[in-house]
């Protein structure tokens, strides 16, 4: 398997990838917010996997970002 000379320094420091997934989230919420189809899209998201994986790699408890967007906010880390 290739490695990256970005590979050290993910390793080590967390942080970039803790912001990118946060980043995700933040994007469906906008999404959701947007209404129509986005939202129904954001909806049925809220209920796989991926999701789930997200909320993984975000540091987040996945009820809890459920919860956040029923009031249209996402969690800051």
Partial sequence: MATSSLDPVLVGNPRPLLALWTA????????????????????????TRDFLAVCELAGFEPDGVRRAFSVGRVPQD
């Fill in 24 to 47: 995700v989230l933040h994007r469906a919420l906008l999404d959701y917010r947007a209404g129509g189809k986005e939202r129904e899209k954001v909806a049925w998201w809220l209920t």
